[in-house]
Antibody, heavy 122, light 109 residues
């Protein structure tokens, strides 16, 4: 069974930093791209960042709203995905979802974690 | 970036009726990279349709997707009580980023 479990959310002041983690199990993590998607309270979905797999040189992409402040990374030996968030703004307040991305054998965005809440407030 | 506009914003229907949800893109989207999601309160989104018309694993056949270019449609042939939720379309093939529509709320009439 595919499982994605996020952790690391919490309350942080504007300008602060936070690191989210996602523990993956039930599939070959190293085969997949991985993404972070967020959802502000009462709002829609916003894609945040992507890391490709080793076969695609672990290249990364970011939404314009977070580029230069957030860094996505992965550790295939630990089946883990990370999101380092710096210079946080109040508008970064959201539930952050870890999402299984593309592989040659499955569609993108087919499994989502339960989400972790990040609140940026003074 | 490609902007996706969903309509209507809210759709009020009764169980047993047919639902038609629209997603219009600001520029052409490859059909291979258009998806639909369902989200219920307090839950993560669930993938329904990918590649514009392929059902994800375990999705009932009352859900179908169609369209190409800039106009895509999600159809629920006969609404069940558990289908009332928020639906999002998404494009993930653009080199200028991945975007979601703003959502359509499907509510019980």
């Amino acid at each position: 069974e595919v499982q994605l479990v996020e952790s690391g959310g919490g309350l942080v002041q504007p300008g602060g930093s936070l690191r989210l983690s996602c523990a993956a199990s039930g599939f070959t993590f190293s085969d997949h791209y991985m993404d972070w998607v967020r959802q502000a309270p009462g709002k829609g979905l916003e894609w945040v960042a992507r890391t490709r797999n080793k076969a695609n040189s672990y290249t990364t992409e970011y939404a314009a709203s977070v580029k230069g402040r957030f860094t996505i990374s992965r550790d295939d030996s630990k089946n883990s995905l990370y999101l380092q968030m710096n210079t946080l703004k109040t508008e970064d307040t959201a539930v952050y979802y870890c999402v299984r991305g593309y592989s040659s054998s499955s569609p993108s965005f087919d499994y989502w974690g339960q989400g972790t809440l990040v609140t940026v407030s003074s | 970036e490609i902007v996706l506009t969903q309509s209507p914003g809210t759709l009020s229907l009764s169980p047993g009726e047919r639902a038609t949800l629209s997603c219009r893109a600001s520029q052409s989207v490859s059909s291979s990279y258009l998806a639909w999601y369902q989200q219920k309160p307090g839950q993560a989104p669930r993938l329904l349709i990918y590649g514009a018309s392929s059902r994800a694993t375990g999705i009932p056949d009352r859900f179908s997707g169609s369209g190409s270019g800039t106009d895509f449609t999600l159809t629920i042939s006969r609404l069940e009580p558990e289908d009332f939720a928020v639906y999002y379309c998404q494009q993930y093939g653009s080199s200028r980023g991945i975007t979601f529509g703003q959502g359509t709320r499907l509510e019980i009439k």
